[in-house]
T-cell receptor
């Protein structure tokens, strides 16, 4: 079993939809949770960075962490065609540099 | 502009021919890492470096070497490349252990 599970998609939505992207994990020691966006032929770029449980909002993006369920989510409101990309979740244990990544979910937002 | 650069961006080579992929960052970051990205497997860490002359293995270090002689540079060396090392490679850096990682643009390597 992988430490981090993520549905590869693709997830296709119309412009303006609310998008929900999710990851589950098995290691309860993870404390730092991240979402990266990766456009085709580009490196991942950090979207959201959260510590422990709770919600964090940044513009149209909201990250949620539920440590009791070992489940994290990224919500995108009013999705745009420019949001079409692969979204990677990643997590890290306290005191460790190594990130453990999900395999990524490909999102397609159609105009 | 703060960035991580990698060269080359694309490389096709043959089995056994030594190659080096360079990585450089201009942000004075202590931590640098190399990842490979493969379909269905996601990003996996190859090696990381905590500072100059301090490197350690990640999840998939076999067949790779690294060095960190200067803070800004972290080259990835494949002494004898094999076809199973065909992949997309990313270099990343961060200010310290718990800080966000900045990724380079990637190097697509094909070994025939």
């Amino acid at each position: 079993q992988k430490e981090v599970e993520q549905d590869p998609g693709p997830l296709s939505v119309p412009e303006g939809a609310i998008v929900s992207l999710n990851c589950t994990y098995s290691n309860s020691a993870f404390q730092y949770f991240m979402w990266y966006r990766q456009y085709s032929r580009k490196g991942p770029e950090l979207l959201m960075y959260t510590y422990s449980s709770g919600n964090k909002e940044d513009g149209r993006f909201t990250a949620q962490v539920d440590k009791s369920s070992k489940y994290i989510s990224l919500f995108i409101r009013d999705s745009q065609p420019s949001d079409s990309a692969t979204y990677l979740c990643a997590m890290r244990r306290t005191g460790f540099q190594k990130l453990v990544f999900g395999t990524g979910t490909r999102l397609l937002v159609s105009p | 502009e703060a960035q991580v650069t990698q060269n080359p961006r694309y490389l096709i080579t043959v089995t056994g021919k030594k190659l080096t992929v360079t990585c450089s960052q201009n942000m004075n970051h202590e931590y640098m890492s190399w990842y490979r990205q493969d379909p269905g497997l996601g990003l996996r860490q190859i090696y990381y470096s905590m500072n100059v002359e301090a490197t350690d293995k990640g999840d998939v270090p076999e067949g790779y070497k690294v060095s960190r002689k200067e803070k800004r540079n972290f080259p990835l060396i494949l002494e004898s490349p094999s076809p199973n090392q065909t992949s997309l490679y990313f270099c990343a850096s961060s200010l310290s252990r718990a800080e966000r990682e900045y990724f380079g643009p990637g190097t697509r390597l094909t070994v025939t």
